[in-house]
């Protein structure tokens, strides 16, 4: 993970990981459904850089959202940064003391029709559902 002391600013080639927290969230083919990227309730989208993360630090970044969530984890869709910088957005570090390499997808129109527009784009860029690793406990 990232130096909780040192944390730069995330970068256009970098993987994010967005958690999937509701199976419904994807189709049958694993893709991920638009609403997986809707920041709904928020002004914002929280995703997880992959940076200087190995892939367990990554998963368990997901089982804490899980947890705090009283959710279930059923996987990842990770996106490439560049992706996600349409329209207004912009992707910034926001560290947690339990995950620095947190960021959020900022901008968002406040329109839902035209949040619903970018979503469709940034599902389309984003991996397949990546399931959640079997080493998990």
């Known amino acids: 993970m990232l130096d909780?002391?040192?944390i730069s600013p995330v970068e256009e080639?970098?993987?994010l990981a967005r958690y999937v927290m509701q199976s419904s969230l994807f189709r049958s083919d694993r893709t991920v459904k638009p609403n997986l990227?809707?920041?709904h309730p928020?002004?914002?989208?929280?995703?997880?850089?992959?940076r200087d993360a190995t892939e367990a630090e990554i998963w368990q970044a997901g089982v804490n959202v899980a947890t705090q969530q009283q959710r279930t984890l059923h996987g990842r869709s990770d996106i490439l940064t560049k992706n996600c910088l349409v329209e207004s957005l912009r992707v910034t570090a926001q560290p947690f003391p339990d995950n620095p390499?947190?960021?959020?997808i900022e901008?968002?129109?406040m329109a839902k029709e035209d949040q619903?527009?970018?979503a469709l784009k940034?599902?389309?860029a984003a991996t397949k559902l990546i399931p959640p690793s079997s080493t998990l406990a």
């Open 4 to 6: 909780p002391e040192n």
């Open 116 to 118: 619903k527009a970018i």
């Open 122 to 124: 940034l599902a389309a």
């Open 13 to 15: 080639n970098e993987l």
């Open 42 to 50: 928020y002004q914002e989208l929280s995703v997880t850089r992959h």
């Open 37 to 39: 990227f809707i920041p």
């Open 107 to 109: 901008g968002w129109p």
């Open 101 to 104: 390499n947190h960021a959020d």
